[in-house]
């Protein structure tokens, strides 16, 4: 019986998008270049600055600021890296323990362990898809204390230093929440807003909350630089110390290479800022073609039983980086059903990450209840997504 059920509402679904999108193949998200993008690299290559230095890497940086709203911006050779090194200015030292969501990118807990860190993973909430912060402070009044203005985890007797709330797939978590909750037990907020580029909390820009946020220009997200992170702070001794540590802790001097601490070669090269400055151009009419698309997919899906297009939590106003279907809860076991009909009928559509703590190098991390997060995975779909599903239509 059920075979019949998830077929069918596998084909729903697949004719819902089909009928946004038409019946071409279609990826779950493109980049696009369609501003300076060409003009910009060839002022690259003609002025032969490619590599570590050169205009555009502080152009973009301060563009990037300006964009978001926060004092100063740090790019780096990807989003991972400028988590690691968020964290580690963030204070957080070896066997600390850092809280984040289960439901994220494997990137939020490796860069946690670059640090030497434990990552320790927390539910999250239907609501925002992000930590779930009534659930996380229950369970933080009931397993850590405080002693000398530090939060212990009174079953490891390890110092929970920072927390990382993600923003998935674009959607603000509670930050209002999640942030008394930081300061109540003395938890310094970080924040991955690696998908969330041009996504507000109460007309904030998500990444500007904590005392840092990191950004991700990979090439499938809202916009890109090839390979590229930034690091968010409104703190200027942090900042500097950020841009420091991401290029090799040299201490500036006309010919000496002089060292002073151990550094990173984390900087983003002037080529991938110079695609940077170009696309950071086009963000506003990418973000207006990623609201569209949305408004589009939900006519098509309104009368279509078993299935919810993910809509952006009260007060904020979401970038819609993947738009999102949730399955009801009693549709959760015809989730490779439909994958397999709509994949198959040329449309990419794919399921949430393997829940972190279910992965084999954090299996033995500690956790608390996720029970929220263990129905999510069986039940979140991410369908086609790029803007150019609608420019190209326009
Ligand atoms: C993309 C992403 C990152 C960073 O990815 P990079 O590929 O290193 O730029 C980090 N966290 C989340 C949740 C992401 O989606």
Not at 301 to 308: L, M, P, Q, S, Y
Not at 322 to 342: F, G, K, R, W
Not at 362 to 384: E, M, V, Y
Request: with cysteine.
């Amino acid at each position: 019986m059920s075979m019949n059920i998830s077929q069918a509402l596998g084909e729903n679904i697949t004719a819902a998008i089909q009928s946004v999108v038409g019946t071409d193949p279609v990826a779950l998200h493109e980049p696009s270049f369609d501003g300076n993008e060409s003009m910009y690299l060839q002022d690259c290559l003609d002025s032969t600055y490619v590599s570590s230095v050169g205009k555009f890497v502080d152009q973009f940086e301060f563009e990037l600021a300006k964009y978001a709203g926060a004092k100063y911006a740090i790019s780096v050779v990807n989003g991972t890296a400028a988590l690691h090194i968020a964290l580690k200015l963030a204070g957080v030292q070896a066997s600390d323990e850092v809280l984040l969501p289960a439901l994220t990118f494997v990137a939020t807990a490796n860069a946690i362990t670059y640090c030497g860190a434990v990552p320790h993973f927390v539910d999250s909430e239907e609501r925002t898809l992000g930590i779930d912060g009534a659930k996380l402070r229950e369970y933080l009044l009931g397993n850590t204390s405080q002693a000398s203005g530090r939060c212990v985890n009174k079953n490891t007797g390890r110092i929970i230093s920072a927390m990382v709330p993600m923003h998935t797939f674009g959607h603000p978590s509670d930050l209002e929440t999640l942030l008394s909750i930081a300061r109540d037990f003395n938890i310094t907020l970080v924040e991955d807003a690696a998908e969330s580029l041009g996504s507000y909390y109460g007309g904030q820009h998500t990444g500007t909350f904590g005392l840092f946020g990191t950004l991700s220009f990979n090439g499938n997200k809202t916009i890109t630089t090839g390979g590229g992170g930034a690091i968010l702070t409104n703190n200027l001794e942090l900042a500097r110390h950020a841009k420091h540590l991401t290029t090799t802790a040299k201490i500036r001097h006309a010919w000496e290479f002089r060292h002073d601490e151990i550094g990173y070669n984390y900087r983003m090269p002037n080529l991938n800022a110079a695609l940077g400055c170009a696309q950071l151009e086009m963000l506003s009419s990418k973000l207006k073609a990623k609201r569209d698309l949305f408004s589009r997919y939900q006519n098509a899906f309104v009368d279509i039983k078993g299935v919810e297009l993910f809509n952006e939590p009260d007060n904020c106003q979401s970038n819609y980086w993947l738009q999102t279907l949730l399955l009801d809860e009693d549709q959760s076991d015809n989730l490779d059903v439909i994958l397999a009909i709509t994949n198959a009928a040329g449309i990419m559509t794919r399921p949430v990450w393997v829940l972190l703590n279910e992965l084999v190098p954090f299996k033995d991390f500690p956790r608390a209840d996720l029970t929220t997060s263990q129905s999510l995975s069986r039940r979140i779909i991410n369908i086609p997504s790029s803007p150019n599903l609608v420019l190209d239509k326009s």
